[in-house]
């Protein structure tokens, strides 16, 4: 199995109703979806960034929008977006030493990111930023440091490379395991929260999964 079998970084996005309350849950998921791709070493920079794209709409346009979080790889750059329905209310950057109380967010974003921007639509805007990963490819698994020294260290519970799905030993498996399940109830657990039909979301992403990835089924 390749490299790319390893680590597919397919985008993914939220509809949520952008809310003061709402920005801790959102960081939480954001870590864990950077966890799952192998994206440790930036988790706290997108938690930084996002968190204030989400907090300038909030101020901005007010709370109760609703909001899109998309997050993707560009490149070897991670992608986070924020769409509101709000074209007219743009983000302010001022210097992170003045004394106005707004516009600080923004100029973290700039401190942080490699590079941010707004796209102006007829019935939205987009406000997002890129970081840079550290990666040597899109669909690298191992190239940045700190995910090649993670290897090592794991190489304890599992003594394959991290390409491989043959040889890892029953611990390593399942505290991998036990990652992946914790990763899933906690997004079930915020559908749930928010009204949605975390059963029905489970049945999709299964319909999926089977249709993707071509499972057969080999029972007689």
């Known amino acids: ?121 007829a019935d939205q805007k987009v406000t997002w930023c890129e970081l840079i990963t550290g990666l040597n490819a899109a669909d690298s698994c191992c190239a940045s440091p700190r995910v090649a020294t993670a290897e090592k260290e794991s190489a304890v519970y599992e003594r394959t490379p991290c390409s491989s799905a043959n040889g890892s030993s029953r611990l390593g498996a399942a505290v991998l395991e036990s990652l992946v399940v914790d990763a899933i109830a906690d997004i079930l657990y915020w559908l749930r929260a928010h009204g949605h039909d975390a059963d029905a979301a489970l049945d999709r992403a299964q319909m999926r999964f089977e249709a993707e990835f071509d499972v057969v089924d080999e029972s007689p």
């Open 1 to 121: 199995m390749g490299q790319h079998a390893c680590m597919m970084r397919k985008p993914w996005d939220l509809a949520f109703t952008a809310e003061p309350t709402e920005v801790a849950a959102l960081r939480r998921i954001m870590r864990l979806h950077l966890g799952i791709w192998g994206l440790q070493e930036v988790a706290d920079d997108a938690q930084l960034c996002m968190s204030e794209l989400v907090s300038n709409v909030i101020t901005h346009v007010g709370p109760g929008t609703p909001v899109t979080l998309a997050v993707s790889m560009n490149g070897v750059r991670l992608r986070i977006e924020v769409h509101d329905p709000d074209p007219r209310a743009l983000p302010t950057l001022l210097d992170l030493d003045a004394d106005a109380e707004g516009g600080r967010g923004m100029a973290l974003v700039d401190a942080v990111a490699d590079r941010w921007g707004v796209q102006l639509h």
